[in-house]
């Protein structure tokens, strides 16, 4: 059973489009990542989140943490293919959790086409 | 910094073989994470350190899999006899933990058991 359940599994689109990709949980997190990973490379943090209802933003992507701090969004504006890759979001369960343990989602693999 | 370094990049054995993967990870960081990631279960935790002490070996998938971290800028993950089904991509992550989870990620070995 996954902590973390990310969605969707595979997105696949044309440059220019916009996408939001998902992290959703039962379980309440003191803090989230999202991670980008490319092909033969490990994963490469791109943003933590730590407070319920916090919007961060890289460039064209956004990241936002729910209120209750169970989920979280990843939001593109204006896709391009140096976007493509598997996104991961990651976090520390508030409770349950031996310390410094972070859980991982199964990922969301990008594809954007010229 | 050079990032975690992980060796070696690729592994082709036969089954039945002792296979070792190391890693050193970012200096000063006391947390270290070995993963393995395969299409089916995406990254899976095996073991972590803090302090070069195992804190969780949950994720170990079986007896044939050790890992140990004799001193703070080492770690070893060993599969003895590798079976097909350890193929996969190995990662070893370090973090800095007080108060903060980020991971950085090695490159990955890439195991191959034929």
């Known amino acids: 059973t996954q902590l973390l359940e990310q969605s969707p599994q595979f997105l696949s689109i044309q440059e220019g489009e916009n996408l939001t990709v998902y992290c959703n949980s039962s379980?309440?997190?003191?803090?989230l990542q999202w991670y980008r990973q490319e092909p033969g490379e490990g994963p490469v943090l791109l943003v933590t989140?730590?407070?319920?209802?916090e919007v961060k933003k890289l460039k064209r992507l956004t990241f936002q943490f729910g209120d209750a701090r169970k989920d979280s969004s990843l939001h593109i504006t204006a896709a391009q293919p140096g976007d493509t890759g598997l996104y991961l979001c990651?976090?520390?369960?508030?409770?349950?959790?031996?310390?410094?343990?972070?859980?991982f989602g199964r990922g969301t693999q990008l594809t954007v086409w010229p | 910094d050079a990032g975690v370094i992980q060796s070696p990049r690729h592994e082709v054995t036969e089954m039945g073989q002792e296979v070792t993967l190391r890693c050193k990870p970012i200096?000063?960081?006391?947390?270290l994470f070995w993963y393995r990631q395969t299409m089916m279960r995406g990254l899976e935790l095996l073991i972590y350190?803090?302090?070069?002490?195992?804190?969780?070996d949950s994720g170990m998938p079986e007896d044939r899999f050790s890992a140990k971290m004799p001193n703070a800028s080492f770690s070893t993950l060993k599969i003895q006899p590798s079976e097909p089904r350890d193929s996969a991509v190995y990662f070893c992550?370090?973090?800095?933990?007080?108060?903060?989870?980020?991971?950085?990620f090695g490159q990955g070995t890439r195991l191959t058991v034929v």
């Open positions: 992550a370090s973090s800095f933990n007080r108060g903060r989870t980020e991971a950085f």
């Open positions: 379980s309440v997190f003191s803090s």
């Open positions: 989140v730590v407070t319920g209802g």
């Open positions: 990651a976090g520390v369960p508030d409770r349950g959790s031996t310390l410094g343990r972070l859980y």
């Open positions: 200096s000063g960081h006391d947390y």
């Open positions: 350190f803090n302090n070069n002490v195992p804190i969780d």
